[in-house]
């Protein structure tokens, strides 16, 4: 059995559906009916649950994005710095293997080669690198609390996109935003990022620090190309003039856009589709919200 932390949120619930998919046992745990958010709380519930494996989707992102980070600070550090510092202990008292959800948002550009950050590279893009948001230092600092830790793995999410439409799914937001930042990124097919966490745990990869995005890395211009073309869209898409202008019409908070490596990942044996490929096949498969 395992337990699930964070199964109501975005990210979580695709872990719902993918370890019921898979006929695998678990239990999603809410702060509502459980807070595993007290050290005590979360041993008692591994000493009564008894799990082989902890997954950690919690964390605080901000709604509708990132922005609201800098509004809510205590509750962005205590889910994204202080919680995995909780479940670490909690998991080690108990000699429990566990993964935890950490975002590529840490870094921003590329190595100085023009290649992706590497597992290796310090983060760029946070308290100790700044300018950073307030949402990519917390969760920077939450790896921190990770550094050497036996028996985890940290999973490094990038933009999440599906081909179901959603106000989180990043395609969503590309065809719904009134204008778009040009910028590149790397960016992570939901269903794949989480079949990429469980293939670590079941098929006991190394322990450790994982980018897991699809490969390469696509320009919002390349991404809207793609709109135009497999959802048939003949609209105007509108961009802002640079970062300095988003900057301006937004709230001022600093995104990170970067491009990760994800070749750890692939030498474990996972077959992750190439980022154009993927966005293609959801644009193609596409489910309209209703
Ligand atoms: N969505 C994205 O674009 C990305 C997300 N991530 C990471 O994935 C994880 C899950 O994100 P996502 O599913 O999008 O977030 P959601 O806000 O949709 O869900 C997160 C869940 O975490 C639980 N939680 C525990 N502590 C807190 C807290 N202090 N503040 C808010 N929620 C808390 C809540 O569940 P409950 O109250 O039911 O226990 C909540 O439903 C986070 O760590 C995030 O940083 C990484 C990269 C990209
Ligand atoms: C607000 C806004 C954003 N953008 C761009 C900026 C950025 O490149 C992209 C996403 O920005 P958003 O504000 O929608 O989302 P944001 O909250 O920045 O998204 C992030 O969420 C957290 C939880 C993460 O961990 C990240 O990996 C990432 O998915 O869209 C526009 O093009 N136009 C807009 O009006």
């Given at each position: 059995m395992m337990l699930l932390l964070g199964g109501s949120g975005y990210v979580g619930r695709i872990f719902a559906r993918r370890l019921s998919d898979r006929g695998l046992d678990f239990q999603a745990i809410s702060r509502r009916h459980?807070?595993?958010?007290?050290r005590d709380r979360l041993i008692e519930l591994i000493d009564q649950t008894r799990p082989s494996f902890l997954i950690n989707a919690a964390g605080y992102t901000g709604k509708?994005?990132?922005?609201?980070c800098e509004h809510h600070q205590a509750d962005c550090l205590l889910g994204n710095a202080v919680l995995p510092g909780i479940v670490r202990e909690a998991c080690e008292l108990r000699n429990l293997p566990w993964g935890h959800v950490s975002s590529g948002c840490i870094y921003n550009g590329?190595?100085?080669?023009g290649s992706g950050f590497r597992e290796t590279d310090p983060p760029n893009f946070c308290f100790r690198s700044p300018p950073c948001s307030f949402y990519s230092g917390s969760k920077a600092l939450g790896e921190e609390c990770l550094q050497?830790?036996?028996?985890?793995f940290v999973w490094r999410l990038r933009i999440p996109f599906s081909n179901r439409d959603g106000p989180r799914n990043y395609l969503s937001k590309m065809m719904r935003y009134d204008r778009l930042l040009e910028v590149t990124n790397s960016l992570a097919d939901a269903d794949e990022f989480v079949d990429a966490c469980l293939h670590c745990w079941q098929n006991r990869v190394p322990f450790g620090i994982y980018n897991i995005v699809n490969s390469g890395a696509v320009s919002t211009g390349e991404v809207v190309q793609l709109i135009r073309t497999h959802r048939k869209i003949s609209r105007p898409f509108q961009f802002f003039r640079d970062e300095a202008e988003f900057l301006n019409a937004t709230s001022g908070v600093p995104r990170s856009s970067c491009m990760l490596d994800n070749s750890k990942l692939i030498r474990t044996g996972f077959p992750i589709r190439d980022v154009r490929e993927a966005v293609a096949e959801a644009l193609q498969t596409w489910q309209p919200e209703r």
């Open positions: 459980y807070d595993y958010t007290r509708p994005n990132v922005e609201a590329t190595r100085p080669d050497d830790a036996d028996n985890v």
